[in-house]
């Protein structure tokens, strides 16, 4: 199809090869379109935005206009939005670029599922093989890992982090960082259970399942303070296994703290990674 009459492509932007830009879409002086990207009709890209290869964009989402921050003035450059590859980014989605404020840039990766009305704030990362449910937001300056899955009108806090193959459920509000391979739910989210279902559809060994559901336990459902239970996971041959150490740096390096685990009497019934949480306590 090429570039449709009724859309707008200002001058300077770059298209690649095989480019459609499809009816009443309007595309900036800065936007670069890697080859095959399509965007299907009413769809407005802008600032210094680079989509890569093989992308969709479906009607009435925004890329790269001005971020929801009051900090910004009239004449505040608009930063950079760089979008990877085989993206699909659904109807009324809406991704801003960085600040001055937050390093300049949002960056979004490979293969990932943005579904209809989701937000990505400002200075956001969000990993590849992402999936953001109808609604779901991630605020200014978060982290989303790999193969995440973002629940229908879930939220996620300024700087907090979910971590790789995370599960958050919908309509929960994530305040604190969601560990790797853990499900969260609720207001404010709380830690629940290991995300077998992501481990299995993603190929993890019942190995390295039965690993990860020993580490959930020591680090997150005993008495002692985080640190200590860290400190003491860390010190064993379960620390040194490279999936459990993936969860481990994890907790290590958060600054809002971890998602701390609904207390006994709340899981009592429900099974925490197949298995009753027997010495649960509240953290």
């Known amino acids: ?81 760089r979008i990877g590859n085989h993206n699909r980014i659904r109807e009324n989605a809406t991704l801003h670029g ?37 609604g779901a937001m991630a605020a200014g300056h978060t982290h989303i890992g790999d193969r995440a899955i973002l629940g229908a009108m879930s939220g996620v806090h300024q700087f907090a982090r979910v971590g790789k193959l995370a599960m958050v459920g919908a309509g929960a509000m994530v305040s604190h960082d969601a560990p790797p391979f853990g499900t969260v739910q609720g207001d404010r989210a709380k830690l629940v259970a290991v995300n077998l279902i992501g481990l299995q559809r993603n190929g993890y060994s019942a190995e390295q399942k039965a690993l990860i559901k020993r580490a959930f336990r020591l680090l997150f459902w005993r008495a002692a303070p985080l640190h200590r239970r860290l400190e003491l996971v860390q010190g064993t041959l379960l620390g040194r296994d ?42």
């Open 1 to 81: 199809m090429g570039i449709h009459p009724t859309a707008i492509v200002a001058q300077g932007a770059e298209l690649g090869p095989d480019v459609e830009v499809g009816p009443f879409c309007t595309v900036g002086p800065k936007v670069r379109l890697g080859a095959r990207t399509r965007l299907v009709s009413h769809v407005v890209v802008d600032g210094d935005t680079w989509l890569g290869e093989d992308n969709e964009v479906f009607p009435f989402a925004a890329l790269g206009c001005t971020p929801q921050d009051k900090k910004l003035k009239a004449d505040t450059p608009l930063g950079r939005l």
């Open 98 to 134: 960085g600040t001055p404020f937050g390093g300049g840039e949002t960056r979004i990766g490979n293969h990932n599922l943005l579904l209809v009305g989701c937000h990505i704030g400002h200075d956001a990362t969000v990993g590849n093989h992402v999936v953001f449910t109808n």
């Open 242 to 283: 490279p999936v459990v150490a993936e969860i481990l740096d994890f907790v290590a390096a958060s600054k809002r703290g971890v998602c701390s685990p609904r207390s006994s009497a709340q899981l009592r019934g429900k099974a925490m990674g197949g298995e009753p949480p027997s010495d649960a306590a509240v953290v």
